[in-house]
């Protein structure tokens, strides 16, 4: 009989993407569930009233609710670290510890965390953001020794609109960067629907596809000590041993 593991995701409000992805993902995946939490985010940008949007305050109660479901790891589902700092996200898991006693993670650090483990070297940065969040992102990142080799934004602001990106030009900026010369491709945003674009892009362009939902939940099963080998037909990176640290 499998191991029963539950995975508690805080998901930005307006997020429709990465339940119903992450859902799929588990279907083969007996005995592994996810369980969702809601906190409001409508608008991606750099002044304050959205970067107010990400308070630890309005995110611990999230995270609390998760617990009271008894889950063995809760990962803040959403990349705001790429442009807040990563000081941001590691100081929110060691209060969602803290505060519930449960192992945390997030998207961004597991963005970070699986292109380290690939051994990318030229990383290409696919998100729908605008051009000021990108270029912010691009200096956070390279403050984590994984600059940014090539880019493509959308210039999207509204948290909605992304989930409203269609796969096929979700595919063609992943194609782009890689004609510039990246060797692995992370799809920054939880709320693009490229989870389902990964392997067959892997086979195709021969690089790995790193998106962030997936990522999120390979980064998270790992912690709650599971088996990630489970989903490896969704892309490279979950036939990688995540370090738990």
Known sequence: MAMRKRLGMITPSSNSVLEPVT???????PGVTAHFSRF???????????????????????????????????AWNGTSASWLGIGRDRSLCEAITARTGV???????ACIDAARALGAKRVG?????????????????AGEGVAPHAERHLGLRDN???GEVAPATIGDMIRSVVADGA???????????????AASLERELNIAVLDSVAVTLWRTLGLAGGDNTVLEQWGRIFQTVPVIK
């Open 23 to 29: 859902s799929a993902m588990l279907a083969g995946a």
């Open 40 to 74: 409001r985010v409508t608008e991606i940008a750099l002044d304050a009233a959205a970067l107010s949007q990400f308070d630890a305050s309005v995110m611990l109660p999230a995270a609390e609710l998760l617990a009271d479901a008894k889950v063995d790891a809760i």
């Open 103 to 109: 192992p945390a993670t997030t998207s961004t650090l």
């Open 125 to 141: 940065l696919v998100s729908p953001y605008t051009d000021d969040v990108q270029r912010r992102i691009a200096g956070v990142w």
């Open 160 to 162: 909605f609109s992304f």
């Open 183 to 197: 060797d692995a491709v992370v799809i920054l945003c939880t709320n693009l629907d490229g989870a389902e674009l």
